[in-house]
């Protein structure tokens, strides 16, 4: 308990100090601002464009994209928030940045995640926010609690199976000692496989997409339980349950992958 | 990079053509422009924005051998490199398991050609540009991810501008970026009959040629200013 | 070796035949070495510590010492509990490193002099509050910390600015500052005085000098400026390839590496005379420069043997130059 209360409060100040850093940089954040409105908003506006021209995409209309797009940046959004260290780890690894957090009477993996508590992400949200609206008034769809529980479990499972992801690639390097950088590329990923149904997609991606990386479960899955959608495979729980449950064992395997790599940092150096 | 190709197949759905456009040619515009996109491989904004960073571009700005003449080169060898690692691969994954990207017509393969190295140039000076404004801008990430998606999503790289609101469009083809891939790869597929195209390489060179003067008068600017400030 | 047997007897530091091996690929030059590195990479075993003991009682300062890729680091940094030694035993305060990291580093403070331990976007003041946080430091021995630490390094006018304002030298305040925060029993410098000007490098040095007096704070310093070791350091150990080839009093070096002072005589004609207990090293024109061994002869007696033959104009005496003894003392032999 006293373990739990002390890593509580070693955690809200890392959260406070990061939000500190992030509006020392007013201009940036604003840039982000404007940045990913315009990313999402002309991103939606084009599958609009392309929905006005060609009717509903394999049965998904205009209301029920800007609910699947909506949930997706929505998790993205947090992960952004949440997992932003991830992204630069190859950095850490090899410039021994990890050593500092060695040299710490406190968990390395919790210093790590709580290095950068990253506001931007907020810039995320606002735009991810206003298309996940405009689905939802589109379909008429109610807000009853168990939607919003919904609703909340699928984002946070999103989440943490985009961050798991993450935190795997960037333990990579505690083996292969690079700075290689997989952000572009699992971001193009994400938004090709979160933003339209997968069912464009051959059959056998299909598959790999739902149960080797299950990117799937990050918002298509989650928003088709949702909205009733019928899927290919037939689950008797709740689909936002099940990604928050697919988001939780992903992560969980991460954070063991990150351990081991540690233990291999400890024993080679850099 | 396939992900656009499956979109286009899956929206095209039993349709065989759209906006004057069919299948088979959209499936190509996709191809070509995933093409495209793989040999515009630009090394030349991180150059300058990490020699403005290192300070060393007082130096290697007053070395005799100009400066963004090696860039040009560098970024040109890159390209041969992509189009051996990436772009061939591509074209004949493509036309294994999709479809041969075949142009309209011998000719139009031909007028593609200049089309595709104007579209390079543009692409090339926004970038040289981008980046010797980029270092005086506080926020750099920002900036170059405005950027990005400007040169990407209003380019008719992802989705063709014929597809947007005509008011939209207007708008659009006055600026520089549907001469990036729209154009090229219009060409390619033969959408546009022979006055339109003549038209629009005219509107693609005026293009080049503005941006270019631009990018000579900035040069010129930063050169004097590094001369008088020593960097 | 129980804890209540050594709370005793133990030393703070303990390092006890320590050795550390690294698994690198080699690799050949051109692209058929990288291709052969790529298809059947051959492994090489290299070791940076190899067989490493001493050990260090409360209190005293020493000056862990070797030419660069020496080993110096991988120690300190095993030391820290930041790596884990291949074979050998390492107990800071009685405990294990390696195996009880939170319980050693919570004891800890250690300043690497080319990284900091600050938060680049906030102000100094902020990363302390934080460290405040980590280490569980009560209110009232923070603020006695941060006043000793005033005292010594002049912090408080720091405080209030943001880390990436501050100079290397106020960095370095700022980082031995953090270091000192939990009242730590051990401390690890690495070169902490690197790339400092000379006042600044003077306040680092008086705050070891106060801190080990003050608090009997046991400090190991690792460094290339031997100032800081004529300064502070009661105790040297040089290690050279993975071993320790030196550990012992400055002075008992000298004496052992360089046990003889030289004389330099000027005359007033092209001479050189012999002396049975001099040698002589050098001759320009009318220079003339002797080696002599303290045990043989006192540098009064030999002058006043020289001056007997013929005149001297002048004399001056020169001591052994400690960088010349550490750079022999790193190639493992004695000067001649």
Redesign the interface.
Known sequence: MGRIRYYCSVGSLYIKQSLQSTLEYPANLAGWFISNLMQFGIGFAIIRFVIAEFGALQGWGLAELAFLYGLSVLSHGISVILFVPTWYMGNLIVDGEMDLFLLRPLNVLFQFLFLDFNLIGITDLIPGALIFAYGCISLHFVLTWLNVLYIVLAVVGGALIRGGIWLMLGSISFWVKNRASFIVLTMQLYDKTTMYPLSIYPRFLQIFFTVVIPLGWIALYPASGILDKTLPFYIPVSMPVVSMAVGALLFLIACLMFMRGLKRYESAGT | MF?SI??W?????N?DS??GVTRESMLTYAIMSAFIGSLFTYDVEDRIIQSVRKGSIALDMLKPVGLFGIFLAEDIGGMLVALLQRGLPLLILAGLFIQMPVPASGLHLLLFIPCFVLSYAINWLIAAMFGMWAFTA??L???R??KA??VT??SGS??PLW???GWLRGVLEVLPFPYIYQLPLSVYIGRYDWNTLINQMGIQLAWTGCLYGLFMWLKKRAVSRVMVQGG | MGEKESETTMSVIEVNQIVKEFNVVKREKGLKGSLKALIKPERQTIKAVDGISFCVEKGEIVAYIGPNGAGKSTTVKMMAGILTPTSGEILINGVSPHKNRKKVVADLGVVFGQRTQLNWDLRLGESFELLKRIYQIDEATYRANLKTMNEILAIDELLSTPVRQLSLGQRMRGDLTAAMLHSPSVLFLDEPTIGLDVDAKNAIRKFIKDINQSRKTTIVLTTHDLGDIQELCNRVIIINHGKVIEDGSLNDLIEKIAPFRHLIVDYYADIAPNHPKAKIVDKADTRVTYRFWKKDITAARLIEDLSKTVQIRDVSLEEADIEDIISIAYKGKKAD
Do not use: C, E, N, T
């Open positions: 992900a499956f979109f197949m899956a929206v095209y759905g349709r759209a906006m506080i926020s990430g920002p900036m991810s405005v998606h400007l999503m209003l992802l989705v597809f947007f609101p």
